[in-house]
Each structure stands twice: as structure tokens, then as C-alpha cells.
């Protein structure tokens, strides 16, 4: 079920996720539908995770809530939405608690690089991978620094939902900058996917911030009593409502914009260089 279908948007299928005035959600298309993609068509990726989200979030949290962004943002916009990247770089909550699935975040990178390449083949020039998980940010920067360079003729960025409004990315940190499963996320989750909150949970799911002035990285065990950073307590549909507003506004407008984008200077020239393998050299190869 898409998040727009727990949203209550409904229409009968015709060309799209759910209808014509929806969204067009690219794995629900034959390839008929797909012919002709134009040179300003914008793709959206989200990308998620699959990993721990306290005692009263699903483990997909991420990857619904990059998803439902991305469909209202189609909704609004036409804007293709590419199938969800749904496992991501999730180290960061170790292994204590179960529901945790990761990729490496090398491999993160080289399959969001694969994700842009093969959608370039099908005439989409254009893509933004609207990420929901923190630990994704690094292996998106690599991948779509890659793409810049050895891609010249691509246009590829990634952004963070937390950070595409100035209010969401304040009402965020408000109960600790290390946020996960906290006030912000949880709202967010009962504006896109109650059905799937447990409520009841809420009242004893509050865990403070425990990074304050720490010099060095720690998984979650080491950090969390119950894999929460803040105080989902607080969470309210209401506040979930204006977050999901203000991001899918903003990524709106990265759509309306990014559509003609063209570089300020031109089309930078490809590389001298040989793409670089992900394979390490035979024994005795000189690559110097």
C-alpha cells in the first residue's frame, strides 16, 4: 500500500501510483509509459532504512516517511518517483536491538550510483534522492560527488528532509540534536502512517540526548536505553501535519526549479580520467 493510500488519497489507476492527478510512481508503469521521457523531467528516490526505531515506531519509519514525501511531492508536481532505496547504511544502531538491516555505506553509495545510471538509460536526466536516515547523508554525498564528475551530462543531488525547511529542521533538534524516534519523527509517522504508531507505547518511549560535548562516535547501545534519542511523548499528528507541509513545499520547489537547471558556466567536459574500479589492483599492478 502506498503512504498516499493511507493518507486517504484515492483514484481509480491509470497512469500513475494512483491515478492521474496523484503521482506517477515508476515501478507501477510499463515500459510503453516510459518512452519519451523528457530532458527536464525530474526524478525522486527516496531512500531509507530498515533499522530499530525505538518500542513504538516501525522499522521502516525512514523509508515511509522518504516515500510519502516523495508522493505528495508527485501529486503535486509529475515528478517520476523511483522505486525506494529500503535497506541503507544503518551501523550507527549496532546489533542490540533487533530490526536492524545494513548495507556497508561503500556499498550505499555504489548502488545509489547504479540507481542514477540505469534511470539514465530510460531518458531521466534529472534525479534527487530525498533521504530520511542520517547515516545515508555521507554514501549519497560520494555517490552524487561520482556522478558530477564522471556524469557530466547528469543532474543528481541529495537531500535531507530535516533540512529542507528552516522550521522543520528547528522543530527537529528541539529534544536533542541526535534525534531518532523522537517528538519531530513521530509526528511525522502520525500524519503519514498511524496505523502503525503504538500509541500506547508513547508515554514510556522518551530517552534524552546523551551526545552533549562528546568528542568520539558511539553506536546506539551506547547511547540509548531503548534506541530513542528525544521525547516521542510530545509527538502529535498536528505537528506531523506542518512538517509534512513545509517539506513537500520545499521539495516542490526543488522539482519546479531543478527542472531547467543548467549549469551557471555549461556542461563541464568529461574527465581525463578512467572511471575508478571498486575492485582492488592485481598483485604487482602499478597504478601509479
Not at 547511547?223 to 506531523?240: D, F, I, Q, Y
Not at 501535519?241 to 527542472?259: H, I, M, N, P, T
Request: with cysteine; aromatic share 4%; hydrophobic share 40%.
Amino acid at each position: 500500500m502506498s503512504t498516499l493510500h493511507r493518507l486517504g488519497i484515492d483514484s481509480e489507476p491509470e497512469d500513475g501510483c494512483n491515478g492521474p492527478v496523484v503521482g506517477r510512481c515508476w515501478s507501477d508503469l510499463a515500459w510503453p509509459d516510459l518512452v519519451g521521457i523528457h530532458d527536464t523531467d525530474v526524478g525522486l528516490v527516496p531512500v531509507g532504512a530498515t533499522e530499530q526505531h525505538g518500542p513504538h515506531l516501525p522499522t521502516a519509519t525512514d523509508t515511509i516517511i522518504a516515500s510519502g514525501l516523495c508522493e505528495l511531492v508527485s501529486a503535486r508536481t509529475g515528478a517520476l518517483v523511483l522505486p525506494a532505496m529500503p535497506v541503507g547504511a544503518s551501523y550507527g544502531h549496532g546489533t542490540e536491538l533487533p530490526g536492524t538491516l545494513s548495507l556497508t555505506p561503500e556499498l550505499l553509495a555504489a548502488l545509489a550510483r547504479q540507481w542514477v545510471e540505469w534511470a539514465a538509460t530510460s531518458g531521466l536526466r534529472r534525479l534527487l534522492f530525498v533521504n530520511a536516515h542520517f547515516g545515508n547523508s555521507a554514501s549519497l554525498a560520494i555517490a552524487t560527488d561520482h556522478l558530477r564528475l564522471f556524469r557530466p551530462d547528469l543532474r543528481v543531488a541529495a537531500v535531507d528532509w530535516w533540512t529542507l525547511d528552516p522550521t522543520v529542521a528547528t522543530e527537529s533538534v528541539l529534544d536533542g540534536a541526535d534525534l531518532h524516534a523522537n517528538r519531530s519523527e513521530t509526528s511525522v509517522m502520525l500524519a503519514l502512517a498511524p496505523e502503525l504508531v503504538h500509541r500506547e507505547r508513547l508515554a514510556g518511549s522518551d530517552d534524552p540526548d546523551r551526545t552533549a560535548r562528546l568528542v568520539f562516535r558511539y553506536t546506539a547501545p551506547a547511547l540509548s536505553k531503548n534506541g530513542v534519542t528525544g521525547r516521542p511523548s510530545e509527538a502529535t499528528v498536528e505537528l506531523g501535519q506542518k512538517l509534512v507541509d513545509l517539506s513537500v513545499d520545499a521539495l516542490v520547489d526543488l522539482v519546479e526549479r531543478g527542472r531547467r537547471e543548467e549549469p551557471p558556466l555549461g556542461t563541464a567536459p568529461p574527465p581525463v580520467l578512467s572511471v575508478p574500479s571498486t575492485l582492488p589492483a592485481p598483485t604487482g599492478t602499478d597504478n601509479g
